[in-house]
């Protein structure tokens, strides 16, 4: 098949975002062109391979709305859905869709420049295309952070991050296992090594809060009335907070007797999952709410760990409950009461190189391994943008732009970046909510702007005012929670050394931020100045 180089918009990136926003425009009557790094689609779940990839949204609703035949058509087989089932709906969607012939594969971006007219981006490979219109849909967790530890090259076993893992897997069966990292992914990954490891050793930094997911095959009876209450679903989820269909629970818990609240606790770890954090009213907000639900999830940790010491090593003392990203789990404490499997508190005694044989510690302990694991994060949310080079007007590279930190115009769009759009971008709710729901919201919002540039002839671009001011918002709401006080935050910038701390999401909830992104298009997008095209002799 051949294909025009010059579309109206070229779409980076192929995972939900992508192939939705490709949709949307093709249904538009806009030409659109998606370059993908990846020789398939998925984006995140094409990636992220590791043992234990799973989705920590339930499945019924960690996916597309915006086709009611869609929704009801295809069958989630567990409560929360893992790797390999969610890349094969992306996978059906690319094929439902006839996506896949709008995409270029196995093409990665290695700059993007704005010449005044047109974007000109080029690919690793060579090929040149240009654009009228950028969107980016690069994802928020793409750019894998890997830990500058002197040593690493000369390590005799095999070391992967888990955002890269190999696509034939990873044999570790009766081999020493090392995992650096007890985020989310460490500790979905933990106990599944743990299961085939010979020995695993896990080196933890920051000892991180975690909820059983609790979960189980998705019975016929449950997937039938999902489908059936799809319209409630998504009415709940425009309203929410965090794109989840939960609604927050109004009791007040400090009203409550220790005994009631612990019972409420109780019934909602029963519940499992990210549902926790619903069942608990102002528990970003109040810091003695905060406080009681992290007691009570620091003594679930005392009684699942039969090691008081370890115990003790595995509860998290330094940020409040869910400053974090709270992880949920299966079996994540449970793991460290097996033979097999050691905690090394690298705080306490920190790594101090690699060597051929594994890991050696500040102290001098030895750890020696087969296999390493740096399930070790992201550069979050601005990461995946830097690395695209791009360059906006007067040739400024977004780099020195965000040199004291990402500074978008409602996470949509940079100023000094003429006609470009970032789906999920720094300042957007994104991290903080259920990624397809954001992204839909984006991808319409972006769809609209594009619609109306093409039938106006105009360019847009952020103004440095309302860039400025939403900076201003962004930070207020940050500041309106507890969030901030997780100094080590990758939130915050403060996994990746050297990168400016500025809070990246915006965490004023997703349901007010579509009204102001809604309030902005009805208002004629007064915070982008719009220009009437360039004509380039
Ligand atoms: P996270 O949440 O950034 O977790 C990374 C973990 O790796 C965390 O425990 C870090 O400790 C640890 N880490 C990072 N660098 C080092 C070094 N140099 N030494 C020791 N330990 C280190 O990434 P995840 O992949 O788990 O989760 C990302 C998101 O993906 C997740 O929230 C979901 O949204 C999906 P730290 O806490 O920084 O001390």
Excluded at 355 to 360: N, Y
Aim: hydrophobic share 40%; with cysteine; charged share 25%.
């Amino acid at each position: 098949m051949s294909v025009r180089n010059d579309p109206d918009v070229v779409v980076i990136g192929a995972g939900f975002a992508g192939l939705y926003m490709i949709h949307r425009l093709r249904e538009l009557g806009i030409s659109v062109h998606g370059l993908e790094a990846a020789d398939g689609v998925g984006g995140t779940w094409y990636w992220n391979r590791y043992p234990g990839a799973r989705c920590d949204s339930e499945s019924y609703y960690y996916c597309y709305a915006f086709s009611r035949e869609l929704e009801q058509e295809w069958d989630w087989s567990e409560r929360y859905p893992g790797q390999a089932e969610i890349l094969s709906y992306l996978e059906h969607v690319a094929d439902r869709f006839d996506l896949r012939r709008s995409v270029s594969f196995s093409t990665t971006v290695v700059s993007a420049a704005h010449d005044g007219d047109r974007w000109v981006i080029d690919t690793e490979g060579g090929a040149r295309w240009t654009c009228r219109w950028l969107v980016t849909a690069v994802g928020c967790l793409s750019s894998a952070n890997v830990p500058d530890i002197p040593g690493l090259e000369s390590f005799a076993g095999e070391w992967h991050h888990t955002g890269q893992w190999p696509h034939e897997g990873v044999d570790v069966t009766g081999r020493r296992v090392g995992v650096v990292g007890t985020g989310s992914t460490g500790i979905q990954a933990i106990p599944v090594l743990a299961a085939s490891a010979g020995e695993l050793t896990v080196f933890q930094r920051t000892a991180n809060f975690s909820i059983p997911a609790r979960n189980a095959p998705l019975s016929d009876d449950e997937a039938a009335g999902y489908k059936a209450d799809y319209a409630a679903i998504r009415a709940v989820q425009q309203a929410s907070t965090n794109g989840h269909p939960f609604v927050v629970s109004d009791v007040d818990t400090l009203a409550l007797s220790d005994d009631e609240r612990r019972e409420l606790f109780e019934r909602a770890w029963e519940r499992g999952g990210l549902r926790f954090r619903a069942a608990v009213r102002d528990v970003l907000a109040d810091p003695a709410v905060n406080e009681k639900a992290s007691d009570f999830l620091r003594s679930k940790i005392r009684s699942t760990v039969e090691d008081p010491d370890v115990a003790e090593t595995l509860t998290p003392r330094d940020h409040p409950f869910a400053t974090k990203r709270p992880p949920i789990d299966t079996d994540y404490f449970e793991t460290y009461n097996r033979e097999n499997v050691t905690l090394v508190d690298v705080r306490a005694d920190p790594i101090a190189e690699i060597t051929p044989d594994g890991v050696r510690l500040a102290s001098g302990a030895e750890h020696p391994l087969d296999v390493l694991v740096f399930a070790t994060g992201f550069d979050a949310l601005s990461g995946p943008l830097l690395r695209l080079g791009l360059r906006g007007t007067g040739g400024v590279a977004l780099a020195d732009a965000w040199a004291e930190g990402a500074a978008t115009y409602l996470g949509l769009g940079v100023a000094g970046f003429p006609n470009l759009f970032t789906i999920t971008g720094p300042g957007s709710p994104s991290v903080l909510t259920n990624m397809p729901t954001s992204i839909e919201q984006h991808v319409d919002w972006i769809a609209d702007l594009v619609a109306h540039l093409r039938a106006h002839d105009l360019d847009a671009e952020p103004t440095p005012e309302a860039q400025a001011r939403w900076a201003d918002h962004v930070r207020e709401a940050a500041d309106a929670t507890l969030l901030p006080q997780a100094a080590s935050s990758w939130y915050l910038g403060a996994n990746v050394p050297g990168k400016p701390r500025v809070f990246l999401p915006y965490a004023g909830g997703f349901a007010r931020y579509r009204e102001m992104c809604d309030a902005e298009a009805a208002a004629g997008y007064p915070g982008f100045a719009l220009r009437a095209r360039r004509e380039v002799a």
